[in-house]
Structure formats: structure tokens, C-alpha cells
């Protein structure tokens, strides 16, 4: 089973460790870059640990945007050597699932981008009902999902 826990001073140096698979930097920024994100926007995200079975296998980060009062999935990401074992997908539901309590503000959106070449994520994120919206911003296109 796969669990979120909020990245803190015990755990970021594991977010750092994480790897990504040969390619897959044109897809997702690593933790690195997104930890300096979450520390600006410290008081509308939550950056999380990814855990199975008692190990960081991922990272991701939910930001709201107070703008236009939507939530936002950033910088979701597997680890290399644990990747096609289901836990992006379970990720993804306790992600929405952390959302619908809305940590932030009150929103029923929930949009990410994902790479136009990034068949795999586009997949599983249609998969949990996420819908390709017809935006796009160079390489990305935006997905939204509605929640109750």
C-alpha cells in the first residue's frame, strides 16, 4: 500500500536521492527544484514523500492557486527502480483523495500538465478521469479532473 507523507527535515534528503529513468527529465522537474518551489509557496502546497512499504519510492507536490481557486498536481514522480509496480497510480489516488479535504480553500478542480510525449502518465491520468482540457504551453498539455 501506498502512503503520502509530507516531506520534512528527516526526509528531503531522500527526495533528493530519488532518480529518475534515463530520458525522463524532459518530463518532470526532480525534487530538488520542486522542494525551492514548495519553500515559496509554502503557505498554499504541500510537497510529499511517496512511501511503499516503509521506503520513499516518489515525490509530489500539491499547490492551490488562490487565483483561480483550483488545485494543482506538480512534479509527480517515480522513482527509476520502482516504476511499473502500480505506485504512480495509487499515489494518484491518495493525492485526490488528500484534495478532497480541501487543504486550502474550497475548489472541485484539480489540474496537472503533462508532456505531450509522456504516453504513460497521460494514461494513467485518464484513467483516474482526468480530462485534456485543449490547453497547451509549448511541450505540455493541461488535465483536469472535478471533484465533489
Not at 519553500?39 to 511517496?50: A, D, L
Request: with cysteine; glycine share 6%.
Amino acid at each position: 500500500m501506498v502512503e503520502l507523507k509530507a516531506i520534512t527535515e528527516d526526509n528531503f534528503i531522500d527526495a533528493f536521492n530519488l532518480k529518475l529513468a534515463a530520458g525522463q527529465e524532459r518530463f518532470v522537474s526532480h525534487p530538488i527544484r520542486s522542494l525551492a518551489q514548495a519553500y515559496v509557496y509554502r503557505n498554499q502546497c504541500q510537497p510529499f514523500g511517496i512511501y511503499a512499504e516503509g521506503a520513499m519510492v516518489g515525490y509530489v507536490m500539491v499547490i492551490y492557486d488562490d487565483d483561480i481557486s483550483e488545485y494543482d498536481i506538480w512534479h509527480m514522480m517515480i522513482d527509476e527502480s520502482m516504476q511499473g509496480r502500480g505506485y504512480g497510480s495509487e499515489a494518484l489516488d491518495r493525492v485526490i483523495d488528500y484534495i478532497r479535504t480541501k487543504p486550502f480553500g474550497n475548489s472541485a478542480r484539480i489540474a496537472l500538465t503533462c508532456n505531450k510525449n509522456n504516453s504513460i502518465a497521460k494514461r494513467l491520468y485518464e484513467s483516474k478521469g482526468f480530462s485534456a482540457t485543449g490547453v497547451e504551453d509549448e511541450d505540455e498539455e493541461e488535465f483536469v479532473l472535478t471533484i465533489e
